[in-house]
């Protein structure tokens, strides 16, 4: 018989919520059994699972815990409430280590792979969709600038559907030092803009190219719109632009077809 989980525990749980204790012990909740299952299929460090006598598939669920050796602990449906950081708990939990997060300053080798860099994305959804984008497509190097929405952030976690699971390597930097990288390693650089060469135009010398993909509301910093190289998606109908998660689907499309 499971046991149930301590008060302790279930304040600790919820408390990973806010990103500063998931900062200070460097784990997270992952909620879902879509998300935890595919979490263990993918060797991820699950610490422990949680769920509450509302879970209808105990059996698979205890089976899978049972070969990988992780614990699997009850909650009451009350305190998976506290658990989630949603209004509808799935009433079934996974405490995971947080994948390393390198300082691009500190990696020194050359990765002859596509690299994704998201200069200060700051909605969550739009940037777990990229991931998830960037999973499908098979570019799983990725950069951030330090001012990006929370990589961890729940809403980006659940957004991105597993994708966090998939990515080769994740690193963070400034933009001075990001393009330090890319430039050292000749990358040829793109992002998307209203006014550019025409997508469907884009020749690619190689595998070692990176797409910029910006903020919101600001687009991409100045530094790195001097050095990339700016395409245009081509459009029919009557809209201005695409939101920046759309056109980055757009152009990993095009570009990893290559």
Not at 143 to 158: A, H
Not at 165 to 193: C, P, R, V, W
Not at 223 to 250: C, R, T, W, Y
């Amino acid at each position: 018989m499971n046991k149930f989980i301590s008060k302790k525990e279930v304040k600790y749980l919820s408390s990973l919520n806010q990103k500063k204790f998931r900062k200070l012990y460097n784990e997270l909740i992952i909620e879902g059994e879509k998300l935890i299952f595919d979490s263990i299929k993918h060797n991820q460090n699950i610490k422990k699972i949680v769920y509450s006598k509302k879970n209808k598939n105990f059996a698979k669920l205890n089976k899978l815990c049972k070969q990988k050796n992780i614990p699997l602990n009850l909650c009451t449906e009350k305190d998976s409430y506290r658990i989630s950081d949603t209004k509808n708990s799935q009433q079934i939990f996974g405490l995971m280590q947080c994948n390393e997060i390198t300082n691009i300053s500190d990696f020194s080798d050359k990765i002859n792979k596509p690299f994704i860099v998201l200069d200060g994305i700051s909605d969550p959804g739009n940037m777990g969709t990229i991931l998830r984008t960037c999973s499908w497509f098979g570019c799983y190097n990725i950069i951030m600038t330090r001012d990006c929405v929370e990589f961890y952030n729940p809403k980006t976690v659940r957004s991105a559907m597993g994708a966090h699971f998939h990515l080769d390597n994740i690193f963070m930097g400034s933009t001075e030092q990001i393009l330090e990288y890319l430039n050292e390693f000749k990358y040829q650089i793109f992002t998307a803009s209203l006014i550019g060469e025409n997508l469907e135009n884009i020749k690619l010398k190689n595998n070692n190219w990176a797409l910029i993909l910006g903020n919101e509301t600001k687009g991409i910093s100045n530094d790195f719109e001097k050095i990339s190289h700016k395409i245009h998606i081509p459009g029919k109908g009557k809209m201005e632009s695409l939101n920046v998660a759309e056109a980055a689907s757009i152009v990993i499309h095009y570009l990893s077809k290559f």
